[in-house]
């Protein structure tokens, strides 16, 4: 039996809220503890379980529900911020990375032009010659 611990965090511009994931995953009937936040949900459990709840609750918005490992264990003393006093550790990044979900939402949606570009030069070099061409670049 193994215990792992994940983040579902919702992009921004997600329809959804965290309350409405956490009500979603306690209807799966499971034996994950969730915890809802103000990015998303925390989910323990038996891997087995959690990775089911994780994609089951991905099918719902799949391109603005994430997923990310959690090191910790919940409740653990050493990433509680009420013994710091301050944002526990690890907030910040995950602050940052929360602000380029809609950008990475607007990738997902829309690949832009996939035909190929072609090539002016498509004749190979030898090594000699990349040093060469890399040397003069200096």
Not at 52 to 63: A, C, F, Q, R, T
Not at 73 to 80: A, E, F, N, T, Y
Not at 92 to 106: A, G, N, R, T
């Amino acid at each position: 039996m193994e215990v792992v611990s994940r983040l579902l965090v919702l992009s921004p511009d997600s329809q959804y809220s965290p309350s409405y994931l956490a009500r979603a995953a306690s209807a799966l009937e499971n034996n994950v503890f969730i915890k809802q936040t103000c990015y998303g949900i925390l989910l323990e459990g038996e891997k087995e379980d959690v990775n089911y709840v994780s994609s089951e609750l991905k099918k719902i918005d799949p391109n603005r529900i994430f997923t990310k490992i959690r090191a910790f264990p919940l409740g653990d003393k050493r990433r509680c911020r009420a013994n710091k006093g301050s944002a526990r550790p690890g907030f910040y990044f995950l602050e940052k990375e929360i602000d380029l979900l809609p950008s990475i939402v607007k990738g997902l949606e829309s690949p832009g032009d996939t035909k190929k570009i072609k090539l002016k030069n498509t004749k190979k070099i030898t090594p000699e010659k990349f040093k060469e061409i890399m040397e003069k670049s200096i």
